[in-house]
């Protein structure tokens, strides 16, 4: 079994875009209510290899946050469904009754200006992060 797989079994582990200012700012929101230290964080960029060999395809990794938790992966609006499980049932409860085919039209479309709207980093804004125990580098 992989380290990653392995972790997830205790510590989710969320997949970000290290360059996407949105992503920051997502991994900046779960890091200041995550007082139980739940969470790990790592880059799509540094993990590529690992997601590419568990059937996620490069289009997909560049629109997506993915989340591995106990060996099951989770992308789109089903990530911030889980994350708000832990942190915040009532977010996720009302995030369950909106379809999923509509909570990842919004997703999606979120994900495809978020570069325009929100800006992209020079360099990798986890890398920089090392004070924190929840980061995978």
């Known amino acids: 079994m992989h380290k990653l797989v392995q972790i997830s079994h205790t510590h989710p582990i ?9 992503c920051s700012r997502f991994t900046q929101y779960i890091l200041k209510r995550d007082k ?5 964080f ?3 960029q540094k993990n590529s290899a690992f997601l590419h060999g568990h059937r996620f395809n490069s289009e997909e990794l560049s629109q997506t946050v993915v989340l591995l938790k106990e ?12 994350v708000f499980e832990k942190l915040s049932p009532i977010k996720a409860r009302f995030l369950t009754y909106v379809p999923k085919p509509i909570r990842n039209i ?9 570069y325009r709207v929100f800006g992209k980093k020079e360099s990798c804004e986890l890398s920089i992060m090392t004070k924190y125990q929840h980061l995978i580098v």
């Open 106 to 114: 919004g997703y999606n479309l979120i994900s495809k200006v978020r």
């Open 42 to 44: 790592s880059t799509i």
């Open 14 to 22: 969320i997949f970000v875009d290290g360059y996407c200012v949105l």
């Open 71 to 82: 060996g099951n992966f989770y992308t789109h609006s089903d990530v911030a469904i889980k």
């Open 36 to 40: 139980e230290e739940y969470f790990r």
